[in-house]
């Protein structure tokens, strides 16, 4: 591609792809602008402050495979970075759960009837092949069998995605959840962690100060070195000509630019360009589906209502499906150490009830929901706030793959615009592949590289395996020890 450096390379989206993108063109001297829509950088992965309390919306561990992004999370925040255990659980039927499955704790909790089934079913699963694949639901059965797919994950999957889950692509599974099944989970649990067998990380890095503070810093340092970062400036058109973006429409001005890096999502990046897309990549695009999802935060008085970073809650009986336990993550998220602080998340699609529903019902849902599930009294509750947050997860139905080979198909032809991060190449990744997509549209721009964006995170390995390594990182102190 090669970087024109008299005219600025123009980053569309401030999350954390696009940030990464704007950093080390800045670090190289190069003119960068970065434009953002809303008010606050961090995309998908900020941290919103709401009368000093911080909301990490969606969880979001640190935790890579890439030396290249961990080098620049250590780079950016040292100390600030800090260690933090891993806990996340299933809670069902009243009780908590270890995920992955553990049989030990699965034996103790479903009790002799129930574990009879699903020992069962899983046995049945054995002969089946596991090479054709299509759906989520033909995936988790295949290695966990047809009785825990139903009840630790139809109910959990259902009310994520909205759809049912035979409906939604088995790519989605193996990306998070590769190498682990029951028969992985025994030899685990037997080997006590040994014998090679993929597990989930114990422990993770997170901003003392939430997620945010990753990608306020990089803003900030962007630009020190030069750059800018303009919030508040919704890009508006994308100026074509003979093959290559030439400007990009933002406030009613036409800015010149040499190179794009957009995050933005595939279906609006189609519609915004000048002269229109063709028919076939503009049908495409707006056929590509999103999740949106909403946070519920609660404060309530007295210690957290569970020790996990988060837990799954796989109860048909409420529409909750995950809550965060903020002080969990860092003690620094909550404010007051006679509070506690949880988020209840909601996934929904744009304009149906949930997120139609005003604040204050949704609180008071959350907060009889709460009850319901034994986990604290409605009654309990002091205040909450509501954080709504659009096109969360790309939805990857059975027409997906498709939809994408056809917008790209023709986003391959303009020459100085790449696609990144997660709904810039409308792919469920993590914020540590969103930066590698970034880095790698960078070498592409500046070193005359030819990376395929595309392929980042395509291997369908599972991101979260456990890898023994030393940790160059600060140890967050208990919540009695800190202070706020």
């Not at 988060?310 to 409420?318: C, E, G, K, T």
Request: net charge negative; proline share 6%.
């Amino acid at each position: 591609m090669g970087a024109d450096s008299s005219q600025p390379t123009l980053v569309l989206g401030a999350g954390p792809a696009g940030l990464t993108a704007g950093y080390l063109l800045a670090q190289l001297g190069l003119p960068v602008l970065v434009l953002e829509a809303e008010q606050q950088v961090g995309g998908l992965a900020k941290t919103v402050v709401r009368d000093g309390y911080r909301f990490d919306l969606g969880g979001h561990r640190f935790f890579t495979k890439s030396p290249e992004v961990e080098s620049l999370w250590l780079e950016l925040l040292g100390e600030e970075l800090l260690l933090r255990p891993r806990l996340s659980r299933i809670y069902w039927n009243g009780k908590f759960l270890d995920y992955p499955l553990s049989p030990r704790d699965v034996v103790r909790k479903l009790g002799p009837v129930e574990l009879t089934r699903v020992l069962g079913s899983y046995a049945a699963s054995l002969p089946r092949r596991k090479g054709n694949e299509e759906s989520l639901e033909e995936w988790v059965s295949n290695r966990f069998g047809r009785r825990l797919f139903e009840l630790f994950f139809r109910t959990y999957t259902e009310k994520v995605w909205g759809v049912p889950a035979s409906e939604i692509r088995a790519e989605w599974a193996a990306q998070r959840i590769k190498g682990l099944s029951l028969a992985t989970a025994a030899r685990d649990a037997l080997s006590r962690g040994g014998g090679g067998v993929k597990s989930l990380i114990r422990e993770f890095h997170y901003p003392r100060y939430g997620p945010g503070q990753m990608w306020e810093t990089m803003a900030a340092r962007i630009e020190e070195l030069g750059g800018e970062v303009r919030t508040e400036s919704p890009v508006e058109g994308i100026r074509l000509e003979r093959g290559r973006a030439v400007a990009v429409d933002v406030g009613g001005e036409a800015i010149p630019c040499g190179q794009i890096v957009s995050s933005l999502p595939l279906r609006a990046v189609t519609g915004m360009v000048v002269p229109a897309a063709p028919r076939t990549a503009l049908a495409a695009a707006r056929g590509l589906g999103y999740r949106d999802f909403l946070t519920v935060a609660l404060v309530l008085p007295g210690d957290d209502l569970f020790p996990d970073n988060w837990v799954y809650v796989h109860d048909p009986a409420v529409r909750v499906g995950r809550i965060q336990n903020y002080r969990s993550w860092s003690p620094w998220m909550v404010p007051r150490p006679d509070r506690t602080c949880i988020g209840l998340e909601y996934f929904c699609f744009e304009n149906d009830d949930l997120w139609a529903a005003g604040d204050q019902r949704l609180i008071e849902l959350a907060a009889e929901e709460l009850e319901r599930l034994r986990l604290a009294e409605a009654a309990q509750v002091e205040q909450g706030y509501v954080v709504r947050v659009p096109k969360a997860y790309p939805i990857y139905d059975g027409d997906y793959a498709q939809r994408v080979a056809a917008v790209r198909s023709w986003l391959d032809r303009i020459e100085n615009l790449q696609q990144v991060g997660r709904n810039g190449l409308h792919r469920y990744n993590n914020s540590d592949h969103s930066m590698l997509t970034a880095i790698r549209a960078v070498d592409n721009i500046v070193g005359g590289a030819s990376h395929d964006l595309w392929a980042v995170n395509a291997d369908s390995a599972y991101h979260e395996e456990h890898v023994p390594d030393e940790h160059p990182y600060a140890r967050a102190p208990d919540r009695q020890a800190s202070t706020h």
